[in-house]
């Protein structure tokens, strides 16, 4: 089972849960914002999406522009990055399809295409 995690409010989500339920794709729906991604859970998804770190920042959330996010990630470590990810939903970069194998952060549908229907 797949788990969309995502922020209801948030176009690109809703763009995302239409395609998975137009393509008929069964997945578990979690709300960022009310269920935030653990710790550990982060640094799961963060090992096997093969992504940079900064790739799972929320970069145009309020929450990162007001804490000048811009200018600290590039001097903060792994360790502090993913427990400031860990701190609120709503800096994490969404929506997030966690599968078995693959992690996908934010909807690119070719993407997402490739990975949900082998």
Do not use: H
């Amino acid at each position: 089972m797949l788990n969309f995690i995502c922020y209801p409010k948030c176009t690109t989500c809703q763009k995302a849960k239409k395609w998975l339920d137009d393509n008929k794709i069964e997945y578990e729906f979690r709300d960022i914002k009310l269920d935030n991604p653990t710790l550990d859970e982060l640094t799961a998804w963060y090992k096997q999406s093969g992504l940079p770190l900064k790739k799972f920042f929320n970069t145009s959330g309020l929450l990162y522009k007001s804490l000048d996010l811009k200018n600290k990630i590039p001097t903060m470590t792994e360790g502090e990055m993913l427990n400031l990810l860990a701190t609120d939903g709503m800096l994490v970069k969404r929506p997030l399809l966690v599968g078995n194998d693959f992690v996908l952060v934010g909807f690119k549908e070719a993407e997402w295409s490739e990975k949900t229907t082998k």
